[in-house]
């Protein structure tokens, strides 16, 4: 985008000091229009004649830098005043955090090198029609702000009776200005606030605030205090078996708040980073932690900007708790980018993940343009080879991709299109598409299949040799699967568009049937469940029919890993086996959906027994217990216990299919999806020896019952089948 303003920073080095920026001007003329337009290497808060200005937090959010870094702009013509007072702080945020997890040393050292950049240009236009630039420039000061430390795995510190001593000019430099962009994504914005649900002390003797939820965000503090007194609080999503806090699974973020306070009353809460929580200990407070009381304490829910559109409520409360905690493993890692978790040293976008919970984000939520944003991203820092990364923004910078995970960039636009009916999606992302497609094609060593390469495999599966994190499914086996798959989407998203298709049609062909040769038998719950979902098995009722054995001699327990089990209940209701898709999902013993909600979890774990039976942690290393990905199974109530699907020649809930498949240990489930075209509900509830089916739809539907075809229109319909 076209930009005008320079690019500031301090002319010392503040170290961890955040700096913070600021210019004064006078308002010499009536008013007519204020916009301040915006971004800087790092987080920033804006705050003119002491308001804030809007309601971004984490402002202006995670974008691949690389290629691109977007301005906001914010209407300010309320704030203003004669003589006025702009100054923006700037925090590490994800330009400069080092990511302690993950990253090589190389790149943290680059990161150190990095300045907190600011540039701004703030447009007057007065009531007789002339205007005023204010700009970013050498003329700006900068000084020591109060936030002594801040980035986004670490935590924050704030010492509210810190007082500047000195003010020094910004120096201009020569900051990124062909990468800046029009803001593109959602706005990060505080969503909710929570009391304490309880304050305690643990059996080792420490303070802890229970907020009932684990949450995204940051704790407000409110409390009377005196100059330099100090708050500590440490973050944590679970206690241990002894009821003590336990950070071990944070890894190496220290997730830290440390506030230093300012004489009497005070509200303050972190500005600039975010903690994935659910309990806090207290560490330090004035006057000894024995002083802290529930009402000192709010937690802060952060994430991006999203409209809810879909809810799903059932008879059976265990299940009710799981669909709220997918709603909340979505809200907790939905800040800015899909991230694997919010907690410890990665918060990354994971592609795998994402690509596995997509379209029950869609559902849930609408979120086309949070996942258009983040697709631009990928199509950004996607590589000349195809290669879109492991995570994206693609900071970790692979050399080689992995099958199901850089398969986001096929599957998450055409589950857009799907979800929303906008092309457009496919038309941005269509060239992202195929390259991915070239990657697999120029990268495998059997041509048609995709074999060789380092893959995540069946990560997390239960029949995962002892020792590793990749179920037992043969790698080569999902590689080949996925390319199909991809190239299945090019096919579809090119047809949309009108393309020519048919290099990539007999693509297909070909990898089928090298598929069907080289596999012509399934090993795996996994491998039976891709075989029948991409259609790769010349008899996928077989394929299913030996899942179902597979799934009933196991004892009915899945052992999928993030690649199986987003498709494990779709293939066996699909095939005939509902009534087992519904063991599973009922199930409450481990390995299952409910067993953590048996063990209290308020959120999607990483690990089916992220807390085992006897009250163990699965282990320390990777054990996250907000990980939305087997959240997913959402999409399966949506779609066919409650049987709500857009029609894929009408995307976007145009036209749509209702076909719900009850199951008597449930009195009643009812779903409703908000769609560009209307609300969508489906009820289905025991009635004496009946099923009593209600159903809203705002569009042509056709209706299936129990096996028989309605065609309707838009309207209320009341259907009955024998129970
Ligand atoms: C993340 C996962 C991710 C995986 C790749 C983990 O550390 O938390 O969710 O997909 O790495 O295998």
């Known amino acids: 985008m076209k930009w005008n303003a320079k690019w500031i920073r301090p002319v010392v080095d503040m170290g961890d000091v955040c700096p913070v920026f600021f210019t004064t001007f006078a308002c010499p003329k009536e008013i007519h229009s204020a916009v301040l337009s915006i971004t800087a290497t790092g987080v920033y808060e804006a705050v003119l004649n002491e308001k804030r200005v809007g309601e971004f937090v984490l402002a202006p959010g995670w974008t691949d830098y690389d290629y691109r ?79 002594r430390f801040s980035e986004i795995y670490n935590g924050e510190t704030f010492d509210a009776s810190f007082i500047a001593s000195a003010s020094f000019p910004a120096e201009v430099f020569d900051g990124p200005t062909k990468t800046l962009i ?51 609080l440490s973050h944590a999503e679970v206690m241990d078996k002894q009821g003590n806090f336990y950070t071990e699974n944070y890894r190496s973020a220290k997730a830290k708040y440390i506030y230093i306070c300012k004489d009497s009353k005070q509200t303050y809460k972190p500005k600039m980073t975010f903690f994935g929580f659910r309990y806090i ?65 990665e918060r990354l976008g994971w592609t795998g993940d994402a690509q596995a919970f997509i379209r029950t984000a869609c559902l849930n939520y609408d979120t086309e343009k949070f996942f ?70 120029t990268h495998t060593t059997t041509e048609y299949l995709w074999t060789g390469g380092t893959h995540f495999g069946d990560w997390l599966g239960l029949d995962a040799p002892v020792g590793s994190y990749k179920g037992s499914t043969r790698a080569d086996f999902i590689a080949s699967a996925f390319y199909a798959n991809a190239v299945m989407l090019v096919i579809k998203a090119g047809k949309v568009l009108g393309k020519d298709v048919s290099d990539y049609e007999v693509l297909y062909e070909k990898i089928v049937a090298a598929f069907r040769q080289a ?60 009534k087992l898709a519904y063991d599973l999902l009922l199930r409450t013993e481990y390995p299952s959906w409910l067993y953590p909600v048996t063990k209290g979890a308020t959120t999607i774990w990483e690990h089916w027994d992220g807390i085992m039976e006897n009250g163990d942690f699965w282990s320390a290393d990777m054990n996250s217990f907000n990980h939305y990905a087997y959240g997913a199974v959402a ?77 309707v229109g838009k309207g209320s319909y009341v259907f009955y089948s024998k129970c």
């Open 69 to 147: 870094l977007q301005v906001q702009q914010y209407d300010v013509t309320a704030l203003l005043a004669a003589q006025n007072h702009l100054k923006v702080t700037v925090g590490k945020g994800w330009y400069r955090s080092p990511m302690p997890g993950r990253v090589s040393p190389e790149r943290r050292e680059k990161l150190d090198r990095f300045s907190a950049g600011l540039t701004a240009e703030l447009i007057l236009i007065f009531a007789d029609g002339t205007s005023q630039r204010i700009s970013t420039d050498e003329t700006w000061k900068a000084a020591e702000s109060p936030v």
């Open 182 to 232: 029009p803001q593109q994504g959602e706005e990060v914005r505080e969503q909710e606030r929570l009391v304490p649900a309880s304050i305690f002390i643990t059996p080792a003797g420490e303070t802890v605030v229970d907020f009932g939820q684990e949450v995204t965000g940051y704790v407000e503090i409110s409390v009377d205090a005196a100059a330099g007194d100090r708050i500590e």
């Open 281 to 345: 200990r207290i560490d330090s407070f004035p006057g000894g932690v024995s002083n802290a009381k529930p009402e000192n304490f709010t937690a802060v829910v952060v994430h991006s900007q999203m409209d809810r559109t879909g809810y799903l409520r059932s008879s059976n409360p265990l299940l009710n708790k799981l669909f709220d905690n997918v709603i909340w493993g979505q809200k907790g890692n939905f800040v800015d980018v899909p991230t694997d978790c919010p907690q410890r040293d």
């Open 372 to 441: 258009t944003k983040w697709l631009a991203d990928m199509a950004a820092g996607q590589k000349e080879s195809g290669l879109v990364g492991h995570v994206v923004p693609n900071i970790l910078n692979n050399k080689e991709a992995s099958a199901a995970w850089d398969d986001a960039a096929v599957i998450c636009p055409w589950a857009l299109y799907l979800a929303y009916g906008n092309p457009e999606i496919l038309s941005a992302q269509y060239e992202c598409m195929k390259k991915w497609v070239s990657y697999i094609t």
């Open 519 to 578: 596999y012509p038998a399934y090993t795996t719950q996994t491998e039976c469940v891709l075989a029948a979902h991409f259609k790769l098995a010349p008899d996928c009722q077989a394929a299913a029919d030996l899942l179902a054995a597979m799934v009933k001699n196991c004892g009915t327990k899945l052992q999928t890993g993030f690649v199986g089990t987003p498709y494990l209940l779709h293939v066996l209701s699909d095939y005939g086996y509902t």
């Open 635 to 711: 999409d399966w109530v949506y779609c066919q216990a409650a049987g709500i699907n857009t029609i894929e020649e009408h995307p976007g809930y145009e036209k749509v299919k209702i076909a719900p498949l009850p199951d008597k240990r449930l009195d009643w489930l009812e779903a409703s999806l908000k769609t560009y075209h209307g609300q969508i509900r489906s009820r289905w509830q025991k009635q004496e020896d009946q099923w009593r089916y209600e159903i809203d739809t705002p569009v042509d539907a056709v209706v299936v019952i129990d096996g028989t075809e309605y065609q």
